[in-house]
């Protein structure tokens, strides 16, 4: 059902939250598992609509899949795949099932996969997969909104990638494990992802070197060399980001557990830069505060190790509250601002300037009626409506389902006066509990 969430700014975040498995290194280990003729069994998997659909994914393509939410685990068996067509139904729905592309066309040398199309944050081309795919033997065409790649056999080659696209990273990856020979990739990717993907390939017999470096090499193994695996997906950095860029513009203090704070450097900088404090507890928990109102800061999203695009929105709802001017540069997708005339309904003083938004911060923003307009948007509405005075409405909140799990009750959990409703509700009392007196 789709849902909306209400809201009410003016508590400061207070307390611990418990970061979730990654869902764009689930997504992809998922999709991975179709290389082996047998078992895979994957921990720390968030509970997500994008999982579900990667579930529905893999049993129309013929895998045994047992999706136990309750243990986050899910086990796929792919011994019968009897299908090497993903159709749009699916891939429509969620681009990171675009990668099953490399993973069918590896193994049985033929796969129909549905071309992900646009999105609404950008063009999203997929011209990089194809020529790699090529490079290592495929042909490759699109017909009828599908891409259709056969081969005979495919064999290892150096592929230089123009961009480090994650995607297109991850697709010549899982074609080039079971290729004849060695593949080479330059200026691959480098996101913690893509090295989580290569960890499990290698768990599962595998051979790739290099990942989280720009040089990826992969030496081909036989089908036979690949073996059952059980293995403990990554935790979410976007979902962590999320919750430190919450902490920090409630000018709250929180512990984020279940993190790797070296995958999110470039977020912890940030913060600091704005005036904010982090302290890292132990290997897998930080702790973020901040007391006063936050401090202007620029931002350029880049590539990891660089500030990631996903977490622009939310800091961009931290920095309309912040003393002074703040510029961010979207520098990897052309239509990532949709947020923008959202958060001007809340107050904000921000325009768009081609690739950039220039931010005035302003003291307060008010409560409103917003739309999601995508996952990272949708959480961003959150963040801005907990330093809202009043109460606001997301609605379309499906998109932030995607990706976010159990976000209402971990935001509830640090304090915010939050909660979903049906959405043929109009409800605007989110019934204040706790509202800071101080905090606006
Ligand atoms: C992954 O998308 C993530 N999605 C995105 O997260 C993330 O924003 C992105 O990486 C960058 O970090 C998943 O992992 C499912 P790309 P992906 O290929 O693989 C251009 C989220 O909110 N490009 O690195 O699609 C493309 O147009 C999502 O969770 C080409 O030009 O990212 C884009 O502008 C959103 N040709 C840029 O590169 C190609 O062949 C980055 O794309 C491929 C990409």
Redesign the pocket.
């Known amino acids: 059902m789709n849902h909306k969430i209400v809201l009410e700014g003016g508590n400061r975040l207070k307390g611990e939250v418990t970061i979730s498995g990654a869902?764009?290194a689930a997504?992809?280990l998922m999709a991975a598992s179709l290389l082996l003729d047998g078992n895979t069994e994957l921990h720390n998997i968030p509970e997500l609509t994008d999982v579900v659909t990667m579930t529905q994914l893999l049993q129309t393509l013929g895998a045994e899949v047992e999706y136990n939410i309750k243990d986050k685990k899910i086990l796929i068996n792919a011994s019968n795949i009897n299908n090497i067509e993903a159709h749009y139904d699916f891939v429509s729905k969620?681009?990171?099932s675009?990668v099953v592309l490399g993973a069918l066309l590896g193994r049985f040398h033929e796969a129909k996969v549905a071309l992900?199309g646009g999105?609404s944050?950008?063009?999203?081309?997929?011209?990089?997969?194809?020529?790699g795919l090529e490079s290592l033997g495929a042909q490759v065409r699109i017909e009828g909104g599908y891409v259709i790649a056969k081969t005979k056999k495919l064999t290892g080659a150096k592929i230089y990638l123009?961009?480090?696209?994650?995607?297109?990273?991850?697709n010549i990856m899982l074609a080039a494990i079971l290729a004849e020979g060695s593949t080479i990739i330059s200026n691959a990717?480098q996101?913690p992802?893509i090295t989580d993907l290569a960890n499990f390939l290698n768990a599962m017999g595998a051979d790739v070197n290099g990942a989280g470096s720009s040089e990826i090499i992969i030496n081909g193994v036989k089908l036979k060399n690949l073996k059952p695996v059980t293995y403990t997906t990554i935790p979410d950095r976007?979902e962590a980001g999320t919750y430190i860029a919450a902490v920090a513009a409630t000018r709250g203090k929180a512990v984020i557990r279940n993190i790797f704070p070296n995958h999110l450097s470039a977020v912890t900088s940030k913060i600091f830069e704005m005036g904010g404090k982090v302290t890292v507890l132990d290997p897998f928990s930080i702790e973020v505060s901040c007391s006063g109102r936050l401090n202007s800061a620029n931002i350029v999203t880049q590539?990891?190790p660089g500030f990631?695009?996903?977490l622009q929105s939310p800091f961009i709802s931290a920095l309309v509250i912040a003393e002074g001017i703040s510029i961010i540069t979207e520098s990897?997708?052309?239509n990532r601002f949709r947020q923008l005339g959202e958060l001007r309904r809340m107050g904000a003083n921000v325009q768009q300037e081609s690739n950039k938004a220039i931010i005035k911060g302003v003291k307060q923003l008010t409560g409103a009626q917003v739309i999601s307009s995508?996952?990272?948007a949708g959480a961003s509405l959150i963040v801005a409506g907990l330093c809202a005075n009043g109460a606001s409405q997301i609605s379309d909140i499906y998109h932030i389902d995607r990706?976010y799990e159990k976000i209402v009750e971990k935001f509830s959990e640090l304090g915010a006066n939050i909660k979903r409703i049906d959405s043929e509700e109009n409800n605007l009392d989110v019934k204040i509990i706790n509202t800071d007196e101080n905090f606006y």
Not at 121 to 131: A, N, P
């Open positions: 869902k764009n997504l992809k969620m681009r990171a675009f992900p999105c944050i950008g063009e999203r081309r997929i011209d990089l997969h194809i020529k123009d961009r480090p696209s994650v995607g297109a990273t991850e990717a996101e992802e976007i590539p990891y990631p695009t996903d990897i997708y052309e995508d996952l990272r990706g």
